[in-house]
């Protein structure tokens, strides 16, 4: 398992809006989703504004020590007052060697803080 002095969490600002989506159209391409066609950057602004905007999600980037771009997030998603579903997604070069599980108790610490 990779320890967390190889993986920094940052939450999630429009700066890296395409690195998001580049992860998330990762997985689609993968077909680790029930959809497999990609997401476009127009589509991408609408749902981030509609739910990081006003709070209904939460996303936060891992960063490996050797990277400036993000490998993958974590996303909070309100469902009621106090009920959150988390979602994970790894750039495909980075599934199967750890970095989700770090990335994921990392984000979980931070977001409870």
Aim: include cysteine; charged fraction near 30%.
């Amino acid at each position: 398992m990779i320890r967390n002095k190889n993986i920094r969490i940052k939450k999630f600002t429009y700066n890296y809006t395409k690195d998001l989506l580049r992860i998330f159209n990762s997985g689609r391409a993968s077909g680790f989703f029930f959809r497999s066609e990609k997401v476009s950057l127009k589509d991408h602004l609408t749902w981030l504004k509609l739910n990081v905007d006003k709070k209904k999600s939460f996303i936060f980037l891992g960063f490996s020590k050797d990277n400036v771009k993000p490998f993958g997030y974590v996303r909070f998603d309100l469902i009621n007052q106090n009920l959150y579903e988390i979602s994970i997604a790894n750039h495909k070069s980075f599934c199967g060697k750890g970095y989700g599980s770090e990335m994921m108790r990392l984000a979980i610490k931070k977001f409870y803080k």
